[in-house]
């Protein structure tokens, strides 16, 4: 199994700040997965995030309100840009098992509530 | 991805046998069915995914329909630590990210 490690696990930010939060696998994995779960709704994909390329958009997501970074294999970076309150979500990073890709592994999650 | 449709919310008795069913009628012949589920203020954990033939792991059994247009997740006793989000999820087994329905939301009654 991965162990996915992720900071801060909450916040509270003023609108029109930025929240980086910070996604740390105990593995080297090639590829890591950015998703939000609004409140009381289901998890949405954000973002696949490959080291060494620009991350790839799901439909609806921009890389402006939502830039990733990738520096290692291990790592990954979301920002959270320019914050209103309708970003108030738990934000996910997963990984999948690198043999076979049959399973996924997430963190704990950060909840972010913008004020 | 092809879709999946589940109950929105069930209710069981602790220590009973709890059968979660899923509808994918349009599941492709390449498309795994895979189980997670969220316990309350945690990530998503897998519990079990198959193909075609029925599976059995430590956390539960997976029935897979002949025409592999529904399944079944069967959880054999359940415990309070099983109320949680179930959520049956069609995946083509690349190295892709997940794409997540509604869910059911399992109650567990002592």
């Known amino acids: 199994s991965a162990v996915i490690s992720q900071k801060p696990s909450r916040d509270i930010c003023q609108r029109g700040t930025s929240l980086t939060i910070q996604c740390q696998v105990d593995?080297?994995?090639?590829?890591m997965f950015w998703y939000r779960q609004q409140p009381g709704q289901s998890l949405t994909l954000i973002a696949t995030?490959?080291?060494?390329?620009?991350?790839?958009?799901e439909s609806g997501f921009v890389i402006d309100k939502f830039p990733i970074s990738r520096p290692n294999l291990t790592f990954s970076t979301l920002t959270v840009s320019n914050m209103s309150p309708e970003d108030s979500s738990i934000y996910l990073c997963?990984?999948?098992?690198?043999?076979?890709?049959?399973?996924?592994?997430f963190g704990q999650g950060t909840r972010l509530t913008v004020v | 991805d092809a879709k999946t449709t589940q109950p929105n919310s069930m209710e069981s008795n602790e220590e009973e046998p709890v059968h979660l069913p899923c509808n994918h009628s349009?599941?492709?012949?390449?498309?795994?069915i895979h189980w997670y589920r969220q316990l309350p203020s945690q990530g998503p954990e897998y519990v079990i995914h198959?193909?075609?033939s029925n599976v059995n792991n430590r956390m539960a059994s997976l029935a897979i329909a002949e025409d592999r247009k529904s399944s079944t997740l069967i959880l054999h006793r359940a415990t309070l630590r099983d109320a949680a989000v179930y959520y049956c999820?069609?995946?083509?087994?690349?190295?892709?990210?997940?794409?997540f329905g509604k869910g059911t939301h399992l109650i567990i009654q002592p």
């Open positions: 997963s990984v999948n098992r690198e043999v076979g890709n049959t399973e996924a592994f």
């Open positions: 349009t599941i492709s012949g390449t498309d795994y």
């Open positions: 999820i069609l995946s083509g087994g690349g190295a892709d990210g997940l794409t």
């Open positions: 198959g193909l075609t």
């Open positions: 593995s080297q994995v090639t590829m």
């Open positions: 995030a490959n080291q060494g390329s620009e991350a790839t958009y």
